[in-house]
């Protein structure tokens, strides 16, 4: 597959469904799969572990630039996407806790840890052979991307996803409050100053309120053809 593109941008809304697409289209192009969210989502936790005040952006910036966070192929057949270390702790799992997703929309906000944290996205995207996944790949980390895909769904289908997904696992949810929640975080991430949540504007949308996760798949795939 030679003219397959060496650099996949693949951005969009929380509950898109770009993890689990990004990480199947990588296996089979036998690419590195890179969530770039778990690194937001490392730096809130850590910030929670440290006691830090949140609204604290000079705080939370310099918390960025001296914490190494490694994100590693997965090391164990959990669920996981990929490992999430922060000085050799494992914390992949805690970056997926209520509260990191309650304060990492803050987080992200922030110049100093995008600034931080996009560099170092920028330079394992440009080595190739990466499906890059997160808000603001084709715009500002890797506008130089071959294929730049936006993965956009109604708030109320991403919200519906989600519930599913959590009474799968045998737990309690409650779909108005999800939805709620998806809304507010589509907010702050498209209204932010910094790196906004938006399709680049050579990106191919795709909607996939009425895709299966298998048709978005089939279709990505067409598009690195
Ligand atoms: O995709 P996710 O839910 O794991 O993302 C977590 C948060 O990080 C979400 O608020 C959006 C933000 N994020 C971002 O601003 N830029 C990225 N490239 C990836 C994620």
Not at 60 to 67: F, G, H, I, Q
Not at 145 to 151: C, N, T, V
Request: charged share 30%; glycine share 6%.
């Amino acid at each position: 597959m030679t003219n397959t593109p060496k650099t996949i941008a693949l951005d969009g809304p929380a509950a898109s469904g770009k993890s689990t697409v990004g990480s199947r289209v990588a296996d089979a192009l036998n690419y590195l799969f890179f969530d770039t969210g778990v690194m937001y989502r490392a730096v809130t936790w850590t910030a929670l572990q440290h006691g830090l005040d949140l609204l604290d952006e000079a705080a939370v910036a310099k918390l960025t630039e001296e914490t190494p966070i490694d994100v590693r192929p997965a090391s164990q057949d959990d669920g996981r996407a990929c490992d999430v270390l922060v000085e050799n702790e494992d914390i992949t799992w805690q970056t997926r806790r209520p509260e990191v997703d309650a304060n990492v929309s803050t987080v992200a906000a922030y110049a100093g840890v995008r600034a931080a944290l996009s560099q170092q996205q920028r330079r394992i995207g440009l080595r190739g052979s990466v499906v890059m996944v997160g808000r603001d790949i084709g715009t500002v980390v890797l506008p130089e991307a071959e294929l730049k895909i936006y993965l956009d769904a109604s708030a109320e289908e991403r919200a519906r996803r989600r519930y599913d997904e959590i009474i799968a696992r045998g737990e309690l949810a409650d779909y108005a409050e999800i939805l709620e929640k998806v809304i507010q975080r589509d907010h702050i991430d498209s209204t932010r100053d910094v790196a906004p949540l938006r399709p680049a504007e050579d990106a191919i949308i795709l909607d996939s309120d009425h895709l299966d996760a298998n048709q978005v798949f089939e279709k990505i795939m067409a598009l690195c053809k």
